[in-house]
């Protein structure tokens, strides 16, 4: 993560954990799989079946029994597992506001990270670092959580390159095959990285509890009228010029944000996953929170 040159990369990280846990401490009202509390795995007792419950939860053997319709409630996880999946494609080397896209996505990594390394429950991470998919293996305690961090935060960066490389969905596999205990996933990316995503989305929400966490930048979604600017293409390297003057270039260029905005977010709830967006221009801290508190309410 950049920083001051009077800061280390340890004393960064520490910084970050005061403010995570100053800030979301208690968001996590028992050690449960999830952010939200849910159902668990294991099957607990039956009870009546009440107009809203989960029908595919319906005991048939009870209900036999009883000629009255019964459902079999299961026993909350009570130890979290939890996999964070971070891109670090070059498309994350961008920011005009507070920080860049980079920095902010291990930002909520530390968030995931610090609040769920404790009592016993583990913290790993599946990351894209380098041109290639990278795993820390999970382990307990705050001492494996700073480890973690340290490696996501040292991380080389990658170099443009127009050759084939593993993107967001070769991610996605790469953690479903990874995590093999149900747990919480959060998936931390721009997802600008190609079509293949949703499908390897799907899949991993089909079995964990995934949270999309969407890291942008306000020049993302609109350009200011500055005339000439050069653009680069992080992943290739490739260059070209747009004249900003011209309000018809702004407004498609905002068209084009927007619907892709709206694409991703049908995308991921179409997965089965919750959508969290961060931006570099705002207190994402305040954003972790009220997303948290709405998660809770909606459930």
């Known amino acids: 993560m950049s920083t001051t040159p009077t800061l280390t990369r340890a004393q960064t990280l520490r910084q970050l954990e005061l403010a995570v846990n100053r800030r979301l401490d208690g968001l996590l009202h028992g050690d449960h799989r999830g952010l939200i509390p849910g159902a668990g795995t294991e099957p607990g007792e039956g009870r009546e079946y009440l107009v809203g419950d989960d029908v595919r939860r319906m005991d048939w053997n009870l209900t036999a029994r009883t000629t009255v319709p019964h459902i079999r409630e299961a026993i909350a996880d009570r130890e979290l597992e939890t996999w ?17 896209k980079r920095d902010l996505a291990l930002a909520a990594a530390a968030a995931f990270a610090f609040l769920t390394a404790r009592s016993g429950n583990r913290v790993g991470a599946v990351s894209l670092t380098g041109g290639a998919t990278v795993t820390t293996p999970a382990r307990t305690g705050r001492a494996a959580a700073f480890a973690l961090l340290h490696r996501l935060d040292a991380a080389p960066r990658p170099e443009p390159a127009s050759g084939t490389r593993p993107d967001l969905a070769d991610l996605l596999v790469a953690a479903a095959r990874t995590a093999r205990r ?53 992943e290739t390297g490739r260059r070209f010029e747009i004249q900003t003057q011209h309000a018809r270039v702004r407004r498609r260029f905002a068209e084009a944000a927007a619907a892709q905005r709206a694409a991703v977010h049908r995308q991921v709830v ?25 998660s809770r309410r909606h459930r």
Do not use: K, N
């Not at 949270?211 to 000439?228: I, K, Q, S």
């Open 84 to 100: 964070v999946v971070v891109d670090q494609s070059a498309s994350l080397d961008f920011g005009t506001t507070l920080c860049e």
């Open 182 to 234: 149900r747990g919480l996933v959060p998936v931390v990316s721009d997802f600008l990285d190609g079509s293949r995503w949703p499908v390897a989305l799907r899949e991993l929400a089909g079995r964990h509890q995934v949270v999309a966490v969407e890291v942008r930048d306000p020049r993302e979604d609109d350009l200011p009228p500055v005339g000439f600017v050069t653009f680069v293409d992080p």
């Open 270 to 294: 179409a997965a089965g996953a919750a959508h969290l967006v961060l931006r570099t221009d705002r207190d994402w801290l305040s954003d972790i929170v009220r997303f948290v508190a709405q």
